[in-house]
């Protein structure tokens, strides 16, 4: 089992996550100036940061060509996270915490992985 310490804290933002499937249509907004690899996007069900290479190609609308869950994990200096996937292309990793809970959380905010 690989995992993590939290460096930095990370707070989620106030939106809910959604969950994006091979061949949802979203609208595609604006690139993120932090995140370069994200797209703000919306669908039917919601609105979130998407990296772009999951969408076709396309300006104003897309279809999902990779599922996509956008849902982050609000961490704390100190924690201990399992790593269940990494995506060092857009700088983020899917973590579990101790009880159970699971979602994206910035490189940048975690120590070495131990």
């Not at 990779?66 to 292309?89: I, K, M, N, S």
């Amino acid at each position: 089992m690989k995992t993590a310490v939290v460096a930095r804290a990370h707070q989620i933002p106030t939106r809910l996550p959604i969950q994006l499937e091979v061949g949802d249509h979203v609208q595609v907004g604006e690139r993120d100036s932090e995140w370069p690899e994200f797209v703000f996007v919306s669908a039917t069900h919601g609105t979130g940061w998407v990296p772009a290479r999951h969408l076709s190609a396309g300006s104003g609308s897309a279809v999902v060509t990779t599922p996509y869950d956008t849902a982050e994990l609000p961490t704390h200096a100190g924690d201990v996270l399992e790593v269940l996937a990494e995506d060092a292309q857009s700088g983020w990793v899917w973590c579990r915490t101790a009880n159970g809970r699971e979602g994206w959380v910035p490189c940048k905010t975690l120590e070495t992985p131990a």
